[in-house]
């Protein structure tokens, strides 16, 4: 079966830190853009990150830009999501998912969740005093 399995959720206080990762199951994550993803309660699941396919060029969500840091390292077929200054808001459940068609070169940089796909289980991380 193709997909990510994600790890790293914990409960975390406000203003800690955290680092997801994002193992490829079945399938390499080289040839995609790979993108982090979020769900809170009664929310819409939401792009938070997503990076190129060399781990040169990478994207944000204004919610998160300058406290998160995405990269990959595909020798180990793996993403990961650096997660500093938390806040309560950033409580969700947190997916990951490659892009796997688009409407152009440029539109993974707009994370519209119909090009991803090979979606994980994702990891719950809670902020929360």
């Known amino acids: 079966q193709l997909q990510f399995v994600e790890s790293g959720g914990d409960l975390v206080q406000p203003g800690g830190s955290l680092r997801l990762s994002c193992a490829a199951s079945g399938f390499s994550v080289e040839p995609y853009p790979i993108g982090w993803f979020r769900q809170a309660p009664g929310q819409e699941r939401e792009g938070v990150s997503c990076?190129?396919?060399?781990?040169?060029?990478?994207v944000y969500a204004d919610s998160v830009r300058g406290r998160f840091t995405i990269s990959r390292d595909n020798a180990k077929n793996t993403v990961y999501l650096q997660m500093n200054s938390l806040k309560p808001e950033d409580t969700a459940i947190y997916y990951c998912?490659?892009?796997?068609?688009?409407?152009?070169?440029?539109?993974?940089?707009?994370?519209?969740?119909?090009?991803?796909?090979?979606w994980g289980q994702g990891t719950q991380v809670t902020v929360s005093s």
């Open positions: 990076i190129d396919l060399g781990g040169s060029s990478a």
């Open positions: 998912a490659a892009r796997i068609a688009g409407r152009d070169a440029s539109s993974w940089r707009k994370m519209p969740i119909d090009e991803f796909d090979y």
